[in-house]
Structures are given as structure tokens and as C-alpha cells.
């Protein structure tokens, strides 16, 4: 089972490394046309997503830092910090943005959690 964890948490990685690059590098291009923005707002909305993206590469880097720390307590806790915030984030973002967030981020952390748990 903590290999099924460990699989899932990369993949909770892997998304939110792709969330951090639409919000901050790719905005502009890609990321206005997967969050809808229309032209005449991507100038005013850049510095907003940027500083969205910023907060997800937070969640990244506390994921990261749980999967390689050497010491597997501190690891586990980091993992469990960053899958649970993962979590929260992606239910206010379904009702604050739109319901899609809870299946890309919500679900997918939850059942990471629920595979660390479960060892």
C-alpha cells in the first residue's frame, strides 16, 4: 500500500507542477484559454494567478520534501500536510471557481491520503 501512496502522491506532484506552470509562465497563453479568460483580462489577472501559482508550488515543494526526506516520520508528516491542504484547496476552489477543481485536485489527494493512511 505505501508504494500505491507514493505513486499517487508523485501524481498529486505532477499535477500541481502543471497547475504552477499555466497559473505563473504559461497564463498568458495556455492557461487563459483553460480557465476562460477572455483577452481584455489576462493583463489585469496575470499578477493573481502568478501569486495562485506561487501558493501551489508551495504544495509541491511540502509534497516533495515528504516524499525524499530521509527520515520517514518527517516524511509521512510532510505528506500528510501537503495531500491534506491539497484537499481543502481543491473544495474551496469547487465552490469558490468551479466544481471541476474537486476531481483534479480534491479527489486525487484524498486518495492519496486514504492509500497513506490505510499503511
Known amino acids: 500500500m505505501l508504494l500505491i501512496a507514493t505513486v499517487l502522491t508523485a501524481i498529486v506532484i505532477a499535477i500541481h507542477v ?3 506552470l499555466i497559473e505563473t509562465v504559461l497564463f ?8 476562460g479568460i477572455k483577452e481584455d483580462r ?8 502568478s501569486n495562485q501559482g506561487c501558493y501551489n508550488g508551495f504544495l509541491v515543494a511540502a509534497l516533495a520534501v515528504g516524499l525524499l526526506h530521509p527520515d520517514p ?4 508528516a510532510f505528506v500528510v500536510f501537503g495531500l491534506a491542504c ?6 474551496w476552489g469547487a465552490v469558490t471557481v468551479s466544481r471541476r477543481i474537486l ?3 480534491t479527489v486525487p ?7 497513506l493512511v490505510a499503511t
Open 18 to 20: 502543471y497547475i504552477v
Open 28 to 35: 498568458r497563453t495556455r492557461g487563459r484559454k483553460i480557465f
Open 42 to 49: 489576462v493583463d489585469a489577472l496575470a499578477p493573481l494567478m
Open 73 to 76: 516520520v518527517i516524511g509521512r
Open 86 to 91: 491539497v484537499a481543502v484547496a481543491g473544495v
Open 103 to 105: 476531481f483534479v485536485q
Open 109 to 115: 489527494a484524498l486518495l492519496a491520503l486514504g492509500a
